[in-house]
């Protein structure tokens, strides 16, 4: 289970990063997206996934003992929200980028280089 | 016991505040003048609240404070101790001289825009990273800067900043998931996420596979956000668009909360520069890594005509020599490192808000329009010459001693590229000399190129601003003495790894 579950982190993980090297916001967006699934899943397994008793502490006891390890899960959820939001951050941004430069390839994405280029020939006065 | 529980709870208070205010913010959302209002009130109370955990950390010993009461290893602590209040301080300061160059630059359609909650959720965030016990929280509050930032990037709306927020927005959450999946290793090596258990827990370990692993990712992550080479194009391709008095806060917070956390992670958690590493091989990649950072930035500062562009490269020149004194692996070189810190995130802070102060003068940021400016303006020019001089470490200025400190770490460390390294600081400081003295030369002194119009007026708010950060790097460099004594008692509390470590109260 352990193998399974290493081998699909690293699948996602390199399609993900296969993905945030593409020239295209979307699919860099798509990208680190899946990028931030296979960290998940990582996560995931850092808790050890077995078969274990659910994380509650017998009457009287102080430890957990031999029982399912919460934090993780609750590590996952936080990223999980926290990867949700950017991503729609990120793809709001993409919207606002092909809005006003009616492209998404990132190198035809000019608008941040020509400000204040050095290699721009002289400007009028620009604000 | 009003004052018993302000007692209580001195460690959260710097970002409890900053962050209910900033909610309460956003609730005002439509009345500038009583988001103002908010924003500023809240800040002099977070810097009172700073101060006061200043004052009760800086000859050493740590506040800790467990949320629920829960201690270390099952809830979230926050830790303060010399550092965290030292660098939350600071950026107090940075903060105030953004919000009072804020009242002229920042006007009603911005604040509409939400700039007071962004900016008070963006030094809660900065406060918490500084102040959080525990890694995972550390990245949380990593985020929540990234996502505040994004938005008082992108305040205008304008193309230009959506790109740049773009850029910024992709190559910061790569860091981060390199960060989070550090984090994650090292919880699934060691079962914990308090950085004074973790780093028991790693101390005498013989070097693994996962350690190593996730320390890289986790330099990788913080390098990234710091600014380091050669993960550090998204910086110049993002802060010259901000609103200036934004890029003045980025510039002064961001890179340098990111630089905080490699200290913690890598020095305390990891025990870098201790008997006790974890993980080999750190400190000649960080000494390589800061050379590289030093000449490639200021090179290409060099090569710039616009004013934020060309501090935007000197933001990530000056970072690398905090990554130097980091490298050194010794307890001098961190309380360099930290000293360098405290004056870097003012004077940086003071140049960019001097930038916006000669575009409103000038008309603009283009060092080959501009020109002039000391005839209208002769007080502004000496204060922004003052930090000029600072940044490029100049004697009495606090860039002199911070400069000074790190290459005297250097020469008594026993790094065998010591040489290499101090020649690369001193000659990226000639080169940054070169390069601030063009920019007065060409914005101040020499005569304007198009006659007729005459310089115009800049708001009072805005050289009160400037003036404060560069009164603080004359003062700074007249009285270095106490910075120096709380960074060293910060460098000692890190370095001293797991005896001392143990988040529990």
């Not at chain 1, 593409?22 to 050890?48: C, E, I, K, P």
């Not at chain 2, 919000?99 to 900065?126: H, K, N, S, Y």
């Not at chain 2, 890289?216 to 110049?236: H, I, M, R, S, T």
């Amino acid at each position: 289970m352990s193998v399974l579950l290493a081998l699909a982190a690293a699948g996602l993980a390199g399609c993900g990063l296969y993905m945030i090297l593409s020239r295209h916001v979307v699919r860099m967006v798509l990208g680190l997206s899946l990028l931030g699934t296979a960290v998940n899943l990582m996560l995931f397994q850092a808790g050890r996934v077995r078969t274990a008793q659910p994380p509650l502490i017998r009457e009287g006891a102080v430890r957990l003992g031999e029982s399912a390890d919460p934090v993780p899960q609750a590590l996952v959820l936080t990223a999980i929200v926290i990867g949700f939001a950017l991503t729609v951050i990120l793809a709001a941004l993409a919207l606002r980028a092909f809005r006003g430069e009616g492209t998404l390839r990132s190198d035809e994405l000019r608008a941040a280089r020509a400000l204040g280029d050095p290699l721009a020939p002289e400007p009028g006065r620009d604000r | 016991m009003i004052g018993e529980a302000l007692r209580a709870g001195v460690a959260v208070w710097p970002v409890v505040v900053p962050l209910a205010a900033a909610a309460l913010a956003l609730l005002l959302r439509g009345r500038p003048a009583l988001q103002r209002g908010v924003m500023e009130g809240a800040l002099a109370l977070t810097l009172a609240a700073v101060a006061a955990l200043l004052g009760r950390v800086a000859g050493g010993g740590r506040v800790v404070m467990a949320f629920g009461g829960w201690g270390a290893p099952v809830g979230i602590t926050f830790v303060a101790d010399a550092l965290s209040a030292l660098l939350a301080t600071t950026a107090g300061m940075v903060a105030l001289a953004v919000a009072i160059f804020a009242r002229a630059d920042v006007r009603a359609r911005r604040r509409r825009a939400g700039f007071d909650p962004l900016f008070l959720g963006m030094l809660a965030a900065v406060n918490g990273a500084f102040l959080t016990g525990d890694l995972f929280n550390l990245y949380v509050w990593f985020e929540l800067m990234l996502v505040t930032a994004l938005g008082l990037l992108t305040l205008d709306r304008r193309p230009a900043q959506v790109d740049g927020a773009l850029r910024y927005a992709a190559m910061s959450m790569t860091g981060a998931t390199c960060m989070l999946l550090g984090i994650g290793l090292l919880y699934g090596v060691a079962g914990t996420l308090d950085m004074g258990d973790l780093s028991a827990a790693l101390a005498g370990r013989p070097p693994s596979v996962a350690v190593t692993a996730a320390s890289y990712l986790l330099l990788a992550g913080l390098a990234l956000k710091a600014g380091v080479f050669p993960l550090f194009f998204w910086l110049p391709a993002s802060y010259h668009t901000a609103p200036i008095g934004v890029a003045a806060a980025l510039a002064g917070l961001l890179t340098k909360a990111a630089f905080y956390a490699c200290l913690r992670v890598l020095v305390t958690v990891l025990g870098v520069g201790t008997a006790a590493a974890a993980v080999p091989g750190v400190p000649p990649l960080l000494a390589l890594l800061a050379a590289a950072t030093m000449l490639v930035s200021v090179l290409a500062a060099i090569a710039q005509v616009d004013v934020r562009r060309l501090l935007a490269f000197h933001v990530m020149g000056q970072v690398a020599y905090l990554v130097m004194g980091l490298s050194l692996a010794t307890a001098a070189g961190a309380a360099a490192a930290v000293v360098y810190t405290v004056h870097t995130m003012l004077v940086q802070t003071g140049l960019f808000l001097g930038a916006g102060a000669i575009a409103r003068a000038g008309r603009g940021y283009d060092l080959r329009l501009l020109g002039g400016l000391i005839r209208e303006h002769p007080v502004f020019a000496a204060l922004f010459a003052a930090l000029a001089l600072s940044i490029s470490g100049i004697p009495p200025l606090s860039g002199f001693w911070a400069k000074a400190l790190v290459v005297d770490a250097a020469f008594r460390s026993a790094a065998p590229w010591r040489g290499w390294l101090a020649a690369a600081a001193l000659v990226t400081g000639f080169l940054t000399l070169y390069s601030m003295s063009t920019l007065w030369t060409r914005a101040f002194q020499r005569p304007r190129r198009r006659e007729g119009g005459a310089a115009h007026r800049i708001p009072t708010a805005m050289v009160v601003a400037v003036g404060l950060m560069a009164a603080c790097t004359v003062g700074l460099g007249v009285a270095i003495e106490p910075v120096v004594r709380i960074s060293r008692v910060a460098a000692a509390e890190l370095m001293a790894g797991p005896a001392q470590g143990g988040g529990a109260p």
